[in-house]
């Protein structure tokens, strides 16, 4: 009872941060390439049942990629991410938990992936992408190393793990 109650704070919590009411194609659009943040979500309160849904499984063969990235590869600032996916819809943030969606979460210079079942945080260092965005301008790290993790969540922002990240070093140029 005690780890449902901890369970159903953490869901309210994320819901709270990151929710998304809105689904169209100029929602889907990458906000943050008009002087904003990179927290792409609407700050909502979403309604949450006393029953937190169960973390969907992954489809078989689903994955999640950058399209245009390489490990090791060399970019200049800013430079545009394209995410893909693979078996897996790519969905808003907000609504119903269902099988087979979910939406990315970039970490920046962050783990390798966020463990299953795990909310994924909101801070610097893990940009959400609640309205379904598959692109993000990079604008701000400093010049060198860095690792970037394409990790996917479902609609409660819950991380898939492993199976749905995929991870590249890049070398930003000056």
Sequence with gaps: MKFRIILSMMALV?????????????????STTANTSHDTMDHKMPSVGP????????????KVFFKN???DQTITLPFKIEMGA???TVD???????A???????????P??????????????HVHFGKGQTEYELK?????KHKLVLQMGDALHRSYGVPLSAVVTVNVKK
């Design 14 to 30: 994320a819901l709270a941060a990151c929710n998304n009411s809105g689904n169209d194609a100029a929602a889907k659009k990458d």
């Design 51 to 62: 029953e937190v849904p169960a973390l969907p499984a992954v489809p078989e063969g689903a």
């Design 69 to 71: 990235l390489k490990n």
């Design 86 to 88: 693979e078996k897996i």
């Design 92 to 98: 808003t943030a907000g609504g119903p938990v269902a």
């Design 100 to 110: 087979g969606r979910g939406h990315h979460h970039l970490l920046i210079d962050g």
């Design 112 to 125: 390798d992936f966020i463990e299953p079942g795990i909310v994924i945080p909101k801070d610097s260092v």
């Design 140 to 144: 701000d790290l400093a010049p060198g």
